[in-house]
């Protein structure tokens, strides 16, 4: 049972437009959302969370939206770099426990088109 | 500061034996967590230690095995390999005692079943 889905396995965007990863979720537990960006023979790096309490996050070029009716999220990233070309992954966290625990989607692989 | 080490970074073994890994977390970090990464499945849960007890476990059989040194240093066994154990194994560490889910990968140990 897949809890946090991402539908879309890859994504081609051109240099200089908006690239929006999608995550559904279906466990209405979780609080605590994030993403992370993995380069090819790299561990995944932490880019953005978002706490169940807002709805929307942003860090520079990244904005993660939350929409808790839907169990939606996703990330924008603008402008989109030739380097921003990784695969994301959404997670999701019950902050209830205390664990560090992290359901994993199965990623989505981003081309950024020079 | 040094990032997590894992060691090895590549490893083949044949069915039937087994393997330890190791992972030394981030200098401070207590909690340490392991994920499996497969084609298509994602990251995926299967353990969790801080300060040397094992906090949380996943869906993973009993040939999964990990440990917790008091230094914070963290091993994973797995036994009677099966070819469906080929897979990159992630270690994790975090400063948290929970819930925020900001995780810092290592490059993970590649893990070839034949």
């Known amino acids: 049972d897949q809890q946090v889905k991402q539908n879309s396995p890859s994504l081609s965007v051109q240099e200089g437009r908006i690239s929006i990863l999608n995550c559904d979720y279906t466990n209405s537990m979780f609080d605590y959302f994030l993403w992370y960006k993995k380069y090819p023979a790299e561990g995944p790096t932490f880019l953005i969370s978002i706490s169940s309490i807002k709805d929307k996050n942003e860090d520079g070029r990244f904005t993660v939206f939350l929409n808790k009716s839907a169990k939606h999220l996703s990330l924008h990233i603008v402008p989109s770099q030739p380097g921003d070309s990784a695969v994301y992954f959404c997670a999701a966290s019950s902050k209830g426990g205390a664990t560090n625990k992290l359901i994993f989607g199965t990623g989505t692989l981003l081309a950024v088109q020079p | 500061k040094a990032g997590v080490t894992q060691t090895p970074r590549y490893l083949i073994k044949t069915r039937g034996q087994q393997v330890t890994l190791s992972c030394s977390p981030i200098s401070g970090h207590r909690s340490v967590s392991w994920y499996q990464q497969t084609p298509g499945q994602g990251l995926q849960f299967l353990f969790e230690?801080?300060?040397?007890?094992?906090?949380n476990k996943g869906n993973f059989p009993g040939r999964f095995s990990g440990r917790q040194f008091s230094n914070s240093r963290s091993e994973m066994n797995v036994s009677t390999l099966e070819l469906g154990d080929s897979a990159l194994y992630l270690c994790?560490?975090?400063?948290?005692?929970?819930?925020?889910?900001?995780?810092?990968f290592g490059e993970g140990s590649r893990l070839t079943v034949l």
């Open positions: 230690y801080f300060s040397e007890t094992q906090r």
């Open positions: 994790a560490s975090s400063s948290d005692r929970g819930g925020t889910g900001e995780l810092f």
